[in-house]
């Protein structure tokens, strides 16, 4: 029986490695794979999908156990369990796929990092580590395709170490030290994973050292600067900081059989220059036989290794030897065991095996057939991750941070329905009924093994969306059922809308491509039609240009600005406001409800948008939130919106909540095109009953108590009043739409720069950054671009470039505020000569580029709400009838 595994999720930006890692660990570790298929069998990538395209799509995990003794890593100072299991989860680098990363993250204590050594940090590095530190995951980190590159090692980790500090930042000071790589640990490796070997800077020295046997224990620090000191004189760990200090350079001088460190000039240091070309020697070499001499000149090499590798006949070139000196799985192994602790062994569970399930969704027990079906009420679609779960076994679960041990029934879906099974397999999804807990986080065999979470992985933003519906009408009840399949079992965001139009939603194009596919082959049987891509909006109000613009917002110039189109909701409410003679100015409010008068404010929280990037300064949110806090009370927080009531006001406990109830109602979906509101503040003013002008009198008699005031209805009406009111006072202010935006990173040559950037400028692009790649004529590209102009993208770029630029790589980034006003019309003098007193349609054919007006639009006519398009055929010719003659 094997022991519990190291659990360990792949991390990289896409191509960067992990599949081609995962395959020289299976190539050393398990007899699956020759060394010579490493990156070509590709064997974690394995359903079609994947191979077509090339990148991984699913998480796929294997499960591989090594023996200490054998890699002679057994007399490490924590000594690995005997036998021990390693199980790695492969996961996607493609930006679309990441929520896939966050559900292994989630179910894995620890992670390795790839970075390509040549590329550096690229726009996924960022991500995953984002969603690392999200979940405490400590990783340990991999340099991969060295053999392409050796030269910017330092620079390389410099960048890295950079990025983890800025996302560490509100970490503990633990968690940012985790997340700085030393290379002077065996924490980091450098390694070729097509070629199967790792190297780790820690390996050199030790080489450097182990040059002769007595030198095993250094306790005094050299002195620097032309001073040889005798090796046994100097503290390992203390070498090796001096090893990468750039100033130093350490050699063996085997005449003297003395280390000796000297000073250096910058670049020239051991880890700059003598490891890099120690290796290089041997990689660079055009024969085994030129490498091993390149070997024996070094002196590093004991002579009956060498021996051993001369005698073997089958090393044709430098990689080979590399790899039998120094195999990636053995690196790999000693990193794992010296930087993470050992699983717990759950020698209480005898004869069980290990397992961990991660609960995604509560299932209706309407969806069990069987004997069960009476004592299920919640059932938790799981995958499990190790070995298998058994039916009945007991298993430790974690809820809100709490331990807790229960029974399980687990069932797999067959047919539209879950059946009871005896066992599920690794890999699999499932359903499992908790006897004791509804919806648990993780569920494992030992709770030990288990490291603390603070936060659940993150709500992945999916921008993308587009409807299906079925072909036939008629179809309609199997293609439901189909679909319950397929939001059950992948990980796709299905909602049916108020209009009964199926829209699934995805973190980008790849994605949904890959999941329409998947939904057609494997889970419907009937044709079934996707409807066209949508893109999501937020509606958001702004500060007050009124008085300094001459703004003139849609509530006070209903006819102008509603001459842009009709917006329909907003009609309405002003054809009550006009009959209950509600009172709207500049983000207030002052509406009679059932008798009661109740005012509010509406505040944009402008600082939500400010700026280009998604890093809101979080110094600044808190200064807004302790200026809301000094004035209101706060009393809910909606996504992005606050409300709450003024603190020298009471409101009771019911009429608060249906208030709330109101805020809430309001945010959901904002006045303009139904999109969710974002960046609003809501304030209550007060609330008093309205003063009637024929109120009976009441007569005060002496020693009688005052009758107290009606009570307030505060009801279903009540609160639908309210959420218009609210959506009244927000468009009294000016209205803003906020567009997602997404980080461009890509590469192109320099001769192409002008064509691409004149691509990315037409594209309403903003360059970022541009880094020249060392060595090369590429410039590595990064800019924040409007999701909305990111269709056909890649093609643009690459027919511009005439194939020179590489396909982007595409993550969401942040919410953007456009500037322009929606209901924007010429109304002043000058804008009437220039733009003419016609009415413009928003896009940029017409001469007004109002792109805020063109995606109200596009998704008003999406979602089938009213859209009154200009009908004026500006310059058209006079029509005619055109007879046929005879
Ligand atoms: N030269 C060199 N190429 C490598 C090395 N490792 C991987 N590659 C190549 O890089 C490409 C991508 O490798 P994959 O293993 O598919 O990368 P991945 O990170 O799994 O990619 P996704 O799953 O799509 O995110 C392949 O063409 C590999 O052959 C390496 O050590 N050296
Ligand atoms: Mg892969």
């Known amino acids: 029986m094997s022991s519990p595994p190291y659990l360990l999720t792949l991390l990289a930006h896409i191509d960067h490695g992990k599949t081609t890692f995962s395959d020289a660990l299976l190539s050393t570790l398990s007899s699956a794979l020759n060394p010579k298929s490493v990156g070509l069998a590709r064997l974690l990538d394995s359903t079609d999908e994947e191979r077509r395209r090339g990148i991984t799509i699913r998480l796929s995990h294997t499960s591989l156990v090594f023996d200490p003794e054998k890699f002679q890593l057994s007399n490490l100072l924590i000594p690995p369990p005997k036998n021990a299991n390693l199980t790695i989860i492969d996961s996607p680098g493609h930006h679309d796929f990441q929520s896939n990363v966050g559900r292994a993250l989630n179910i894995t204590p620890s992670s390795v990092l790839l970075v390509d050594s040549l590329e550096g940090v690229r726009a996924r590095t960022i991500g995953v580590i984002a969603q690392s530190v999200k979940v405490q995951n400590t990783p340990l980190l991999v340099l991969n395709k060295c053999d392409k590159n050796l030269d910017t090692l330092r620079g390389t980790i410099s960048q890295i170490n950079a ?38 800077f820690k390996d050199y020295i030790r080489l450097l050292i182990r040059r002769n046997n007595k030198f095993q224990d250094y306790s005094n620090p050299p002195s620097s600067n032309h ?30 059989n003395k280390i000796s460190v000297y000073k250096c000039e910058i670049g020239e240091g051991t880890f700059d220059f003598a490891f890099p070309s120690f290796v290089k020697g041997i990689i660079e070499a055009p024969t085994a036989s030129s490498a091993l001499a390149h070997l024996s000149e070094t002196n590093l090499i004991p002579r009956q290794v060498l021996e051993i590798l001369q005698s073997a006949k089958n090393l044709k070139l430098g990689h080979e030897i590399m790899r039998h000196l120094f195999p990636l799985a053995k690196t790999t192994v000693r990193a794992i065991i010296t930087t993470f602790e050992p699983p717990t062994p759950h020698s209480s569970y005898k004869n069980k095996t290990y397992l961990t399930c991660e609960g995604t969704r509560l299932v209706d027990s309407r969806d069990v057939i069987g004997d069960v079906k009476g ?22 679960t974690l809820k809100e941070g709490e331990w807790k041990e229960s029974r399980v029934r687990v069932m797999e879906w067959k047919e539209n329905s879950f059946k009871c099974v005896e066992s599920v397999e690794a890999g699999r999804c499932c359903g499992v009924w908790f006897e004791s807990v509804v919806n648990c986080d993780i569920a494992c065999m030992n709770r030990e093994n288990k490291v603390k979470r603070e936060k659940p992985v993150e709500n992945e933003d999916k921008p993308i969306s587009i409807t299906v519906r079925p072909e036939k009408e008629a179809d309609r009840s199997d293609f439901e059922t189909a679909l319950n399949k397929f939001t059950l079992l992948e990980d796709a965001q299905v909602v049916v809308t108020e209009r009964g139009e199926v829209v699934i939603s995805s973190g980008g194009e790849v994605e949904m491509e890959n999941l329409i596919h998947d939904f057609r082959e494997l889970y419907s049987n009937v044709s079934i039609i996707v409807g066209e891509r949508r893109i999501s909006y937020r509606e958001s109000v702004a500060m007050f240009p009124n008085e300094v613009h001459g703004y003139k917002a849609p509530v006070d110039a ?4 509603l001459g842009q189109f009709t917006c329909t909701p907003w009609n309405t409410i002003l054809g009550d406001c006009e009959e209950s003679g509600w009172i ?55 996504g992005e919106n606050w409300c709450g009531g003024r603190k020298n006001v009471e409101f009771t406990k019911e009429v608060k909540e249906s208030l709330i109830a109101g805020f809430r109602e309001a945010t959901k979906a904002g006045i303009v095109a139904e999109e969710p509101m974002h960046g609003v503040v809501v304030v209550f003013e007060g609330l008093g009953v309205e003063e009637v002008e024929e109120v009976e009198e009441v007569e005060e008699v002496e020693g009688e108590p005052i009758p107290p005031p009606p009570p307030i209805d505060v009801g279903g009406h009540f609160i639908s009043q309210i959420s218009k009111s609210i959506r009244l006072a927000c468009l009294s202010r000016p209205c803003r739409i906020a567009e997602s935006y997404v980080r461009c ?27 020249m790649v060392e060595g090369t004529e590429m410039i590595t590209i990064v800019v924040a671009l409007p999701l909305s102009e990111t269709t056909g993208l890649t093609n643009e770029l690459l027919d511009r470039s005439s194939g020179e630029a590489s396909a982007p790589m595409m993550a969401f980034s942040h919410w953007q505020l456009m500037s322009l006003d929606p209901f924007w019309t010429p109304t002043t003098e000058e804008e009437r000569e220039e733009y003419g007193e016609g ?18 639009r596009k998704v008003r006519r999406a979602k089938g709400m009213v859209v009154e398009e200009d009908k004026l055929v500006d310059g058209a010719d006079k029509q005619r009838n055109m007879k046929k003659k005879k």
């Open 227 to 256: 001073n040889t000191v005798a090796p046994s004189k100097i503290n390992f760990n203390k070498l090796l900081s001096m090893c990468y200090d750039p100033k130093k350079i350490i050699k063996w001088d085997p005449q003297a």
């Open 558 to 561: 209903p006819r102008k600005a």
């Open 745 to 771: 990173d890509f590469q192109s040559g320099v001769t192409s720069l002008g064509a691409v950037y004149d691509t990315v400028s037409k594209r309403r692009g903003k360059v970022i950054e541009e880094i």
């Open 584 to 638: 709207v100015k500049n983000g207030t409010c002052n509406c009679i409800i059932g008798g009661n008068n109740v005012k509010m404010s509406v505040y944009p929280r402008a600082w939500l948008w400010e700026g280009d990037t998604a890093d809101t300064d979080v110094d600044e949110v808190e200064n807004d939130k302790i200026k809301f806090n000094s004035e209101c009370k706060d009393w809910a927080v909606e």
């Open 163 to 200: 990025t983890t500090a800025t996302l560490t930042k509100y970490s503990s000071e633990q968690m940012q030290e985790n997340y700085q790589f030393k290379p002077e640990t065996d924490g980091v490796i450098f390694a070729a994973a097509t070629q199967c070997w790792g190297i780790s």
């Open 375 to 396: 004592e299920i009420d919640n059932i938790t679609i799981c995958r499990v991750w190790d070995e298998r779960v058994n039916d009945g076994d007991i298993l430790w």
């Open 839 to 856: 009415l413009k349609r928003g896009d940029k054919s017409t001469g007004i580029a109002n792109v805020a007006q063109g995606a109200v």
